[in-house]
């Protein structure tokens, strides 16, 4: 399957701009503890040092301003037009490839793997509006997720999705923990539907997602490997409809 290089959908499909959960500091919700106890303790660690010498609130500074950055959660435009399917997560696509059997559906499906770096933004979002079929935690290792055989057997949460009525659309989506990640959050529960672009989870410190999409009439990748990808705006995909 050839891939057409199109990650941004066309000026004359519609778009909407989803809501950020803050406007003023859009920060995931998912991260909020995070930034309030290990943020917070990070800045009145720095400012306490600062004190004895403005050298040594530096690291303690830095890094209270990482939290804070990467549990960042901007909105995004999302494509309107029918027959998108846009990212999960932002990132860099490392494999875009066919599969004879994905497992969920019978027959062949499309794969698109997408590491994310620390530096990246980390909530995941919807590829299409549809309806949670199932939900499923795995415990595994903790390989780098720069090696694609870490969606195998690194601690994840697999979510498979349905289509609308008549689309006979199914996708899973799989978010890999890296190394470091300390947890995967999955914020739906089976029979929950969702619209193209909406928040459903996120993966903490460094991780790997991989879509796969069940083939359906005129499926086709729009990206390929070395694409960057952001999650809800970037067109990682079509089909007809």
């Known amino acids: 399957m050839g891939a057409e290089l199109a990650t941004t959908p066309k000026q004359s499909e519609t778009q909407s701009v989803d809501s950020s ?18 943020g917070g303790g990070l800045a009145c660690g720095a400012l306490a040092a600062a004190q004895w010498s ?4 530096i690291a303690p500074g830095v ?13 995004r435009r999302v494509p309107g ?7 999960p ?5 490392t494999h875009v490839e066919e599969q004879p059997d994905a497992g969920f559906c019978d027959g062949p499906a499309l794969k698109i793997s997408i590491y994310l770096s620390i530096f990246d933004v980390h ?8 309806r949670v079929r199932e939900v499923r935690h795995l415990t595994g290792r903790r390989l780098n997720t ?15 999705f ?5 689309t006979q659309l199914r996708f899973q989506v799989r978010q890999v923990a890296g190394p470091f990640a300390s947890r995967v959050v999955c914020a739906v529960q089976r029979g929950q539907a969702l619209e193209r672009g909406e928040r459903f989870g996120m993966i903490k410190f460094g991780s790997r997602t991989e879509l796969t999409i069940g083939m359906v009439p005129g499926l086709r990748a729009v990206v390929a490997a070395g694409d960057r990808v952001r999650a809800g705006s970037s067109v990682v995909a079509r089909y007809d409809i």
Do not use: H
Not at 63 to 75: A, E, I, K, M, S
Not at 146 to 160: D, F, I
Not at 162 to 166: D, F, N
């Open 21 to 38: 959960p803050n406007a003023f500091l859009p920060i995931a919700r998912w991260g909020r503890a995070e930034v309030f106890v290990l």
């Open 123 to 130: 909530v995941n979002r919807a590829p299409e509006a549809a």
């Open 89 to 93: 997560a932002d990132g860099l696509v």
């Open 63 to 75: 890094l209270g301003l990482f939290v804070l950055w990467f549990f960042r959660d901007p909105p």
């Open 162 to 166: 349905e289509g609308e009525a008549g």
């Open 146 to 160: 720069w090696r694609a055989e870490s969606a195998q057997v690194n601690k994840q949460c697999c979510t498979l």
């Open 54 to 57: 403005p050298w040594l609130a």
């Open 81 to 87: 037009a029918a027959g998108l399917i846009v990212s």
